[in-house]
Structure formats: C-alpha cells, structure tokens
C-alpha cells in the first residue's frame, strides 16, 4: 500500500448495494457516504436496474434503454463541497 495512512471518501447512493460495499471496506480506511454527488443539495431520483446493480443510474434512460423492470427510490445529493466541510 502506498499511502498507508491515507483516508479514502466513497459515494454510493444506491441502497441495495450498501450492505456488499460496506463488507468490501471493512477494516479500510475507507469513508461511505451513502449519497450521490450532485451540484446541489436535496434529493433526487435513482433508477435501480432490478436485474443487474450495474446498469442503475440517477439517468432514467440509462437504465430504461436496457429493461422497463426497474425500481425509483429517492437518495440524497451532496456537493463535494458540503462533504469536504464535515471532514
């Protein structure tokens, strides 16, 4: 490992791919923030690919042009900004 000491911030706003990631950086110095990034603060729409976590997307039509099988949840927006400020 190069920067041993190093802390990394990952986002992800998927909420069904939490419990998998959390497991993978377990023991790491590895920060989740369990939210997109976004220009602007709130909430938006994410598209989760029911079939596959790869294709999900905060662009409708990311996800529609492979199936209509999909699921809207809302998830939180930060702006890098606004995360650099709580650390």
Known sequence: VRFPNAKIY????SPSL???ILKNI????IVLNKSAL????????FFIHKAS????SLIKENVTFYTDNIEVVKV???TLDKVAEQY
């Open 10 to 13: 990952a986002f992800e706003p």
């Open 76 to 78: 939180k927006k930060k």
């Open 26 to 29: 377990a023991n790491r110095n």
């Open 38 to 45: 976004a220009e602007k603060e709130g909430e938006m729409e």
């Open 18 to 20: 939490e419990k998998t």
């Open 53 to 56: 976590q790869q294709a999900n």
